[in-house]
């Protein structure tokens, strides 16, 4: 079950946390998702793969994100129109992330989204 817990608007494009459970709620996690602008770096990547993405690790070199980047392409549960990037955080070592830690992380994506046209992180091997 999945239920709206946070829509926001902020630099030009809409972020979205939701609280994910099972039916039973014996399990409950997050999920955030940032809209992408055509503009951004990472936007004709996603586009390309939008059905059938599962290199997640591409999308690091764009995104220094501290919550696993965990989605890409368009988000049925928000539009069927935007791409955007996400997370959840289902696994267990993340089970203490706050609504508050999922808001910051996205802006924080946001932010470096921002960034001029083709900065990419340089990723130290």
């Known amino acids: ?62 995104v220094d994100a501290f919550l696993p980047i965990t989605a890409a392409g368009k988000e049925e549960k928000i539009n069927d129109t935007d791409l955007f990037i996400g997370f959840d955080t289902a696994e267990s070592f993340l089970a203490d992330t706050t609504l508050i830690d999922c808001k910051k992380e996205l802006m924080n994506w946001a932010n470096q989204l921002d960034k001029e046209p083709g900065f990419k992180i340089e990723v130290q091997h």
Do not use: C
């Open 1 to 62: 079950m999945s239920t709206l817990a946070l829509k926001q608007h902020y630099h030009g494009r809409n972020i979205y946390i939701f609280k994910e459970s099972f039916m039973d709620n014996s399990k409950q996690w997050w999920t955030g998702y940032i809209q992408l602008k055509e503009t951004d770096p990472i936007y004709s990547l996603v586009k390309k793969n939008r059905d059938n993405f599962d290199d997640f690790y591409e999308l690091n070199e764009y």
